[in-house]
């Protein structure tokens, strides 16, 4: 099938016809097209093979070709192929109720197809909290610089990355940023005063005024920002003083892939008023949000005045084959012990990827699970960011040698200098060796 002269009339086909995401508009010559997948590995039209170090979007994984996750969404297709949810199903039904056992405390769980509507959800949800409860000026979501949470206009707003909002206009109202707690660049002397900092933002705003405090217990695309357990558990402790909602964006940390099932688990002690997750909650292989909130949350729903009710709602969200295919992911996750697994590999991985701050251009090693970050600088004093063409020419030369890595979101102009890696959860023992001789000889060979 994959004839030359039927390759070449894709390639044509493609750039007619086809609108990517992210890719510049004078880069646009020739993407990597994949034809067929194998564990952690695919191969694309040109003939090569290449492993994936970012499991697509970092929601592939367990890899490609699962075949229980493909029967249970071909078996579920065979039966009742589309059923909404303003009505019910009964793989949602089961999902929701695993996900409150996962999540360890009572969920209620609302379906979206895919990680920013899970967060636009999560907004409307708290505003719509605070409104009923007497506090209807509370609306205002506080964020952190660096973080990415979706692409629609109101996940872009808690988005706290200026080049992603160029030539879209203003950002909604009622959405403020703080910075992170970034160790290597401190805006702070430390995590707990960064957490801090979030109290005297509610105060100065006015706690009447705040609904909600989201972020990602580890920013992932902003360059993998690890913050110590302590501070995750200070931001609860002020949420809760000012009765503000916490939401935490599972889509990336979420199923296994920093070494628990959540995030947040890493934190003791911590319990979100709300969970949003997509990406590995289907291993990649189906579209899925999900937005979790505490019982109590969803209990206000229901004594709130008649005919109160979510007014949210879409097509294909909670689709019977994508929550059929959250549920064997789960078991799948569950039965290989794969947070476990991701736990106990990670450690030998790090350990080999720290080495490379020995490098002159390596400023800092990061990372927690299968998620990594390698800062690449200029200069190790000033941590100076490296040049576009030195991160180009890395990136690339892992894709020469047969791996695909990536590299942090436009987060800071001039600061897209972070090597991603975070490879399917599933990757063999070899995999990760592969990955980890292959980067640090690229990156040595920049050096
Ligand atoms: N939240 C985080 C942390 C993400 O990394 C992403 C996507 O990369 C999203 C939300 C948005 O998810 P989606 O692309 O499924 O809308």
Redesign the pocket.
């Given at each position: 099938m994959h004839t030359a002269e039927h390759s070449s009339k894709l390639a044509q086909q493609d750039r007619d016809h086809l609108w990517h995401a992210m890719v510049k508009f004078n880069e646009q010559a020739s993407p990597l097209m994949a034809v067929s997948g194998d564990g952690a590995w695919f191969t694309a039209a040109d003939g090569n093979r290449y492993m994936d170090g970012v499991s697509g979007?970092?929601c592939l994984n367990l890899g490609h070709g699962r075949k229980e996750i493909a029967q249970v969404v071909y078996d579920q297709l065979m039966n009742v192929s589309y059923f909404p949810l303003t009505m019910s199903h009964e793989p949602a039904i089961e999902l929701s109720a695993k996900l409150s056992e996962l999540l360890g405390a009572p969920y209620t769980t609302f379906f979206t197809c895919?990680?920013?509507?899970?967060?636009e959800a999560a907004f409307k949800i708290a505003r719509q909290y605070h409104a009923q409860t007497g506090k209807p000026e509370k609306i205002k979501i506080i964020s952190r610089y660096r973080?990415?949470?979706?692409?629609?206009l109101g996940?872009l707003s808690a988005t706290a990355q200026a080049n992603r909002k160029l030539k879209y206009g203003a950002e909604a109202p009622g959405f403020l940023h703080v910075p992170p707690p970034y160790a290597y660049r401190p805006s702070f002397e430390d995590d707990l005063a960064a957490a801090n900092h979030i109290e005297n933002v509610i105060e100065w705003e006015g706690p009447d005024t705040i609904a909600a405090v989201i972020m990602?217990p580890f920013i992932?695309?902003g360059g993998v920002i690890i913050p110590t357990p302590a501070y995750l558990q200070r931001v609860a402790e002020i949420c809760r003083k000012h009765n503000v909602l916490l939401i935490t964006?599972e889509?990336?940390s979420g199923f296994g892939r920093t070494g628990k099932m959540f995030g947040f688990m890493h934190s003791e002690g911590v319990q979100p008023d709300i969970v949003?997750m997509?990406?590995g909650l289907t291993a990649g292989c189906m579209p899925l949000?999900a937005t979790a909130v505490r019982a109590h949350l969803y209990d206000a729903f229901k004594q709130a005045e008649a005919g109160s009710h979510f007014r949210h709602v879409s097509t294909f969200g909670g689709h019977p084959a994508s929550c059929a295919a959250a549920l064997k992911t789960i078991e799948i996750l569950e039965e290989e012990q794969i947070p476990n697994r991701v736990a106990r590999l990670s450690q030998d991985t790090m350990k080999e990827l720290n080495r490379l701050e020995s490098c002159q251009i390596v400023g800092e090693v990061r990372g927690v699970g299968f998620l990594y970050g390698i800062e690449i600088v200029e200069d190790k004093k000033t941590k100076a960011p490296a040049s576009e063409e030195t991160m180009l020419a890395i990136v690339g030369g892992c894709k020469e040698k047969g791996l695909i890595i990536g590299r942090n979101g436009d987060t800071v102009p001039g600061y897209q200098n972070i090597l991603i890696v975070a490879p399917p959860l599933s990757s063999t023992e070899e995999d990760l060796q592969f990955l980890v001789d292959t980067v640090k000889n690229i990156v040595k060979k920049e050096a």
């Amino acid at each position: 099938m994959h004839t030359a002269e039927h390759s070449s009339k894709l390639a044509q086909q493609d750039r007619d016809h086809l609108w990517h995401a992210m890719v510049k508009f004078n880069e646009q010559a020739s993407p990597l097209m994949a034809v067929s997948g194998d564990g952690a590995w695919f191969t694309a039209a040109d003939g090569n093979r290449y492993m994936d170090g970012v499991s697509g979007l970092w929601c592939l994984n367990l890899g490609h070709g699962r075949k229980e996750i493909a029967q249970v969404v071909y078996d579920q297709l065979m039966n009742v192929s589309y059923f909404p949810l303003t009505m019910s199903h009964e793989p949602a039904i089961e999902l929701s109720a695993k996900l409150s056992e996962l999540l360890g405390a009572p969920y209620t769980t609302f379906f979206t197809c895919s990680g920013s509507e899970a967060n636009e959800a999560a907004f409307k949800i708290a505003r719509q909290y605070h409104a009923q409860t007497g506090k209807p000026e509370k609306i205002k979501i506080i964020s952190r610089y660096r973080a990415y949470h979706g692409s629609t206009l109101g996940a872009l707003s808690a988005t706290a990355q200026a080049n992603r909002k160029l030539k879209y206009g203003a950002e909604a109202p009622g959405f403020l940023h703080v910075p992170p707690p970034y160790a290597y660049r401190p805006s702070f002397e430390d995590d707990l005063a960064a957490a801090n900092h979030i109290e005297n933002v509610i105060e100065w705003e006015g706690p009447d005024t705040i609904a909600a405090v989201i972020m990602e217990p580890f920013i992932s695309g902003g360059g993998v920002i690890i913050p110590t357990p302590a501070y995750l558990q200070r931001v609860a402790e002020i949420c809760r003083k000012h009765n503000v909602l916490l939401i935490t964006d599972e889509v990336v940390s979420g199923f296994g892939r920093t070494g628990k099932m959540f995030g947040f688990m890493h934190s003791e002690g911590v319990q979100p008023d709300i969970v949003t997750m997509a990406k590995g909650l289907t291993a990649g292989c189906m579209p899925l949000g999900a937005t979790a909130v505490r019982a109590h949350l969803y209990d206000a729903f229901k004594q709130a005045e008649a005919g109160s009710h979510f007014r949210h709602v879409s097509t294909f969200g909670g689709h019977p084959a994508s929550c059929a295919a959250a549920l064997k992911t789960i078991e799948i996750l569950e039965e290989e012990q794969i947070p476990n697994r991701v736990a106990r590999l990670s450690q030998d991985t790090m350990k080999e990827l720290n080495r490379l701050e020995s490098c002159q251009i390596v400023g800092e090693v990061r990372g927690v699970g299968f998620l990594y970050g390698i800062e690449i600088v200029e200069d190790k004093k000033t941590k100076a960011p490296a040049s576009e063409e030195t991160m180009l020419a890395i990136v690339g030369g892992c894709k020469e040698k047969g791996l695909i890595i990536g590299r942090n979101g436009d987060t800071v102009p001039g600061y897209q200098n972070i090597l991603i890696v975070a490879p399917p959860l599933s990757s063999t023992e070899e995999d990760l060796q592969f990955l980890v001789d292959t980067v640090k000889n690229i990156v040595k060979k920049e050096a």
